[in-house]
């Protein structure tokens, strides 16, 4: 079995794509520090695949550790390289955790790349790159615009690492899948999306609104030109995501391939109202909200055009929206029962 590293494996994304991975008969090595995750998702995967991931306490900042980690897996085909912090108003109070996390690891992972001749890297952007577009959907030729925090900065600076490495280093190449919104949890229930605290993030606030964990979800904003006031997002589903990262490294491992970028996502927005109305039809639930004032920093409407991914990796995003949704839902109960 090939094996693939995949750094901060544990955390939402990380641990659906370890699911794919191992669905495609790939061998997973985790690594993680547990600064936002913990290792039942480990568990998860093993209850969906049968197999639990190997798993590697470590941070990525840590040369050392890096390096013993990739020592031991030197034959390797590739990165999935997920690990990072997220929260983007935590970014702007503490910019310097965010580059030093964010790019520090990030560099070591090249490093350990062109140390071990390891070929091919996963990287998780964002569509944040795009900060507000003047046209939409985006393409991945949209002109970025600069970043407006300090997380939305260590992706486009990432961006930028990754693409002068390749170009110094042809015998790695990269692939750069933009994220637009990922929701949902794996049909399973097994895995999903655990905030901590407070969330950030529209979709496990609405999840926790209709718990009751919340007294009500706060919508920002209904005054944008929009058709209806609200803002417009791409929501996708995890698991349609997930397998975009199979794709990509399959299609990598077919030949030379340098750098490469794709957005995903579904090419449809949503408003936050409709997808509030999208969840009550799907779950029977009701979402208890109340409008609020615009949430500053938000991009009124991004969605994306993800035409690039279907004709070059032949992925495109299936799960229909309310399907996510009641997958959404389904883990948000489970994890109640949990605690
Ligand atoms: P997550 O927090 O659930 O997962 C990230 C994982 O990385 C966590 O398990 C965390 O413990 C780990 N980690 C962080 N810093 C680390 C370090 N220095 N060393 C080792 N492990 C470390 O987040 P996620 O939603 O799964 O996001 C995965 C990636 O996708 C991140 O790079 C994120 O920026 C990017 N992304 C996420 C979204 C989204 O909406 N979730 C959108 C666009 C891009
Ligand atoms: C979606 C919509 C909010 C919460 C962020 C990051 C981005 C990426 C994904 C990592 C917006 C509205 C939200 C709430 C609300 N992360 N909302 N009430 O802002 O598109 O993107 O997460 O890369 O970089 O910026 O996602 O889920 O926070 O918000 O009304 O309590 O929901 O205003 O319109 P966003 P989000």
Same mark, same amino acid.
């Given at each position: 079995?090939?094996?693939?590293?995949?750094?901060?494996?544990?955390?939402?994304?990380?641990?659906?794509?370890?699911?794919?991975?191992?669905?495609?008969?790939?061998?997973?090595?985790?690594?993680?520090?547990?600064?936002?995750?913990?290792?039942?998702?480990?568990?998860?995967?093993?209850?969906?695949?049968?197999?639990?991931?190997?798993?590697?306490?470590?941070?990525?900042?840590?040369?050392?550790?890096?390096?013993?980690?990739?020592?031991?897996?030197?034959?390797?085909?590739?990165?999935?390289?997920?690990?990072?912090?997220?929260?983007?108003?935590?970014?702007?109070?503490?910019? #310097? %955790?965010? &580059?030093? *996390?964010?790019? /520090? $690891?990030?560099?070591?992972?090249?490093?350990?790349?062109?140390?071990?001749?390891? +070929?091919?890297?996963?990287?998780?952007?964002?569509?944040?790159?795009?900060?507000?577009?003047?046209?939409?959907?985006?393409?991945?030729?949209?002109?970025?615009?600069?970043?407006?925090?300090?997380?939305?900065?260590?992706?486009?600076?990432?961006?930028?690492?990754?693409?002068?490495?390749?170009?110094?280093?042809?015998?790695?190449?990269?692939? #750069? %899948?933009? &994220?637009? *919104?990922?929701? /949902? $949890?794996?049909?399973?229930?097994?895995?999903?999306?655990?905030?901590?605290?407070? +969330?950030?993030?529209?979709?496990?606030?609405?999840?926790?609104?209709?718990?009751?964990?919340?007294?009500?979800?706060?919508?920002?904003?209904?005054?944008?030109?929009?058709?209806?006031?609200?803002?417009?997002?791409?929501?996708?589903?995890?698991?349609?995501?997930?397998?975009?990262?199979?794709?990509?490294?399959?299609?990598?491992?077919?030949?030379?391939?340098?750098?490469?970028?794709?957005?995903?996502?579904?090419?449809?927005?949503?408003?936050?109202?409709?997808?509030?109305?999208?969840?009550?039809?799907?779950?029977?639930?009701?979402?208890?909200?109340?409008?609020?004032?615009?949430?500053?920093?938000?991009?009124?409407?991004?969605?994306?055009?993800?035409?690039?991914?279907?004709?070059?990796?032949?992925?495109?995003?299936?799960?229909?929206?309310?399907?996510?949704?009641?997958?959404?839902?389904?883990?948000?109960?489970?994890?109640?029962?949990?605690?």
């Amino acid at each position: 079995m090939q094996k693939v590293i995949v750094t901060g494996g544990t955390g939402y994304i990380g641990s659906h794509t370890a699911v794919a991975l191992q669905n495609a008969r790939y061998q997973v090595i985790i690594l993680d520090n547990l600064s936002n995750s913990d290792t039942d998702s480990l568990d998860g995967i093993q209850r969906i695949t049968g197999t639990k991931p190997e798993f590697i306490k470590l941070d990525c900042t840590n040369k050392d550790d890096m390096r013993c980690a990739f020592e031991k897996h030197r034959d390797a085909v590739g990165v999935i390289h997920f690990a990072a912090l997220k929260a983007v108003g935590e970014s702007v109070e503490k910019p #310097l %955790l965010y &580059y030093r *996390n964010n790019l /520090g $690891a990030l560099i070591n992972v090249l490093d350990m790349m062109q140390e071990f001749k390891i +070929p091919c890297l996963v990287f998780s952007s964002s569509a944040t790159v795009y900060g507000v577009p003047e046209q939409l959907p985006v393409t991945e030729d949209t002109p970025l615009q600069p970043a407006t925090s300090p997380y939305g900065q260590t992706k486009v600076i990432g961006e930028n690492i990754i693409t002068d490495t390749v170009r110094a280093n042809p015998q790695i190449q990269a692939t #750069l %899948l933009r &994220y637009f *919104n990922p929701i /949902g $949890a794996h049909p399973s229930a097994e895995i999903g999306e655990k905030p901590n605290g407070v +969330p950030n993030n529209l979709m496990p606030y609405i999840c926790q609104a209709a718990a009751g964990i919340r007294e009500y979800l706060n919508v920002f904003g209904n005054d944008y030109d929009t058709p209806d006031g609200f803002c417009i997002r791409d929501y996708i589903d995890i698991n349609d995501l997930a397998n975009a990262h199979v794709a990509a490294l399959k299609h990598m491992q077919s030949g030379k391939h340098g750098i490469n970028v794709f957005n995903l996502g579904t090419g449809r927005g949503q408003s936050v109202m409709e997808l509030i109305q999208a969840f009550e039809g799907a779950t029977g639930v009701k979402v208890p909200y109340k409008l609020s004032p615009r949430r500053t920093g938000d991009v009124p409407a991004i969605y994306a055009n993800a035409d690039r991914a279907e004709k070059i990796l032949k992925w495109r995003a299936n799960v229909p929206l309310n399907e996510t949704l009641a997958s959404a839902w389904r883990w948000q109960q489970k994890i109640l029962k949990l605690k």
